[in-house]
């Protein structure tokens, strides 16, 4: 069964603190995206990566960066979070031959207060 | 304006019968269009694709009108495992961009 991870899917932090949310996935997928997803806004493309080292901003990049040293693995980094930060994270994959079809983990809800 | 836009509902209908949700999209170049469906404190996952021609999987059907800028999901006799949220995603000019509307919940009473 394909598998999207996230590490963690409860996560409290305070104003200031760095934020790692981990994401792996075991389908060899080329591509990897963050999105967060808030109550009326429907999920929002934070950034993305088609290959290991490559990163692209997504439509709402600020306040956040992104590692992908690995091809299973992409990290999103809260560099100081803030309480405008707080929302659902959702890590998602695909195949280069797209069709459609992101596959997704199960989230990592973060509170910042 | 929303790129993709939807009604939140919560739409509220007994077991049986026939519901249908439709979502607005603001990009004239977009080529790809698809309904997610996310279950309550789950991910999305993709229900269907949406083809220029129409198209049905089952008790779904999916439609969209290129002219008005619009895609529609129609759900025949509902079930009470339909209850969920109705993602209207919307392909955006090449790769493997998407935009996602905001949702559209269905919830199926017996």
């Known amino acids: 069964d394909v598998k999207v991870t996230q590490s963690s899917r409860y996560l409290v932090k305070r104003t200031g603190e760095k934020v790692f949310l981990e994401c792996v996935q075991d389908?060899?997928?080329?591509?990897m995206f963050w999105y967060r997803q808030d109550p009326g806004l429907g999920l929002r493309l934070i950034y993305f990566?088609?290959?290991?080292?490559?990163?692209e901003k997504g439509d709402i990049p600020e306040g956040y960066s992104v590692s992908r040293e690995k091809k299973e693995r992409f990290s999103l980094i809260l560099e100081s979070a803030s309480t405008n930060q707080t929302s659902m994270y959702l890590c998602?994959?695909?195949?280069?031959?797209?069709?459609?079809?992101?596959?997704f983990g199960e989230g990592s809800r973060l509170t910042v207060l | 304006r929303k790129e993709v836009e939807q009604d939140p509902g919560p739409f509220n209908v007994p077991e049986g019968a026939t519901v249908a949700f439709n979502c607005t999209y603001s990009?004239?170049?977009?080529?790809?269009f698809f309904w997610y469906r996310q279950d309550c404190r789950k991910e999305p996952k993709l229900l269907m694709s949406?083809?220029?021609s129409g198209n049905e999987d089952g008790r779904f059907t999916a439609q969209l009108n290129r002219a008005s800028q619009y895609i529609s999901l129609l759900i025949r006799d509902s079930k009470l495992s339909d209850s969920a949220t109705y993602l209207c995603?919307?392909?955006?000019?090449?790769?493997?961009?998407?935009?996602f509307g905001g949702g559209t919940r269905l919830m199926v009473k017996p």
């Open positions: 995603v919307v392909g955006r000019d090449a790769g493997n961009m998407l935009t």
């Open positions: 990009n004239s170049a977009s080529q790809s």
């Open positions: 998602a994959s695909s195949s280069s031959d797209f069709t459609g079809e992101l596959f």
């Open positions: 949406v083809y220029s």
């Open positions: 990566s088609y290959d290991v080292k490559m990163k």
């Open positions: 389908m060899d997928h080329e591509n």
